[in-house]
T-cell receptor, first 114, second 118 residues
Framework: NAGVTQTPKFRILKIGQSMTLQCTQD?????MYWYRQDPGMGLKLIYY???????DKGEVPNGYNVSRSTTEDFPLRLELAAPSQTSVYFC?????????????FGEGSRLTVL | AQKVTQAQTEISVVEKEDVTLDCVYE???????LFWYKQPPSGELVFLIR??????QNERSGRYSWNFQKSTSSFNFTITASQVVDSAVYFC???????????????FGQGTILTVHP
């Protein structure tokens, strides 16, 4: 079972470059999320989506953009990368009802901006 | 605003010891959910448990048990007879009941790194 798949797992960017972190899930979950994990800081929500075509900002959206054209895919785009965006990024998904707050996470994408 | 505090940054124990991970939360909402997630060395977070604010019953699942006390705003997690495979980062998280779109909008604590030595 694939679950939530993120690519790439590691990436080094130069300041000012752009890139897209890919996320796909095969559980037919309506809800998808992007979190970032900074050392000693826990996870913070960047963007989330409640279904195809619907996205909204989380706690730390600046410098990022998302789109949700299908139920399966939720890519995160970084425009003009900055050192402050060095972090581990996690994509997650959840069903819309029942398992409140039970998120299924990908393995993370470690991004370094130099 | 909500806040979750895990004061223990790192804990180191020897196999078979019991260990308790502390979690203190802050919220003004009367309806909320609390969670524990485990992050093993492979990286992905794994859901362990969810409690809602109306259910203060303690819960046990095998070697894991959870103590929820609203009076002290705490939701502590105990591992009995720890094993090397329990080594991971453990996160406590909070979600207020702000409607359907808030399902996955969790506020996480800083995490506690647990190392169990053989």
């Amino acid at each position: 079972n694939a679950g939530v798949t993120q690519t790439p797992k590691f990436r080094i960017l130069k300041i000012g470059q752009s890139m897209t972190l890919q996320c796909t899930q095969d559980m037919n979950h309506n809800y998808m999320y992007w979190y970032r994990q900074d050392p000693g800081m826990g996870l913070k929500l960047i963007y989330y989506s409640v279904g195809a075509g619907i996205t909204d900002k989380g706690e730390v959206p600046n410098g990022y953009n998302v789109s949700r054209s299908t139920t399966e895919d939720f890519p995160l785009r970084l425009e003009l990368a900055a050192p402050s965006q060095t972090s581990v990024y996690f994509c997650a998904s959840s069903p819309p009802t029942g398992a409140v707050g039970e998120l299924f996470f990908g393995e993370g994408s470690r991004l370094t901006v130099l | 605003a909500q806040k979750v505090t895990q004061a223990q940054t790192e804990i180191s124990v020897v196999e078979k010891e019991d260990v308790t991970l502390d979690c203190v939360y802050e919220t003004r909402d009367t309806t909320y959910y609390l969670f524990w997630y485990k992050q093993p060395p492979s990286g992905e977070l794994v859901f362990l448990i969810r409690r809602n604010s109306f259910d203060e019953q303690n819960e046990r699942s095998g070697r894991y048990s959870w103590n929820f006390q609203k009076s002290t705003s705490s939701f502590n997690f105990t591992i009995t007879a720890s094993q090397v495979v329990d080594s991971a980062v453990y996160f406590c998280a909070l979600r207020i009941n702000a409607g359907g779109t808030s399902y996955g909008k969790l506020t996480f604590g800083q995490g506690t790194i647990l190392t169990v030595h053989p």
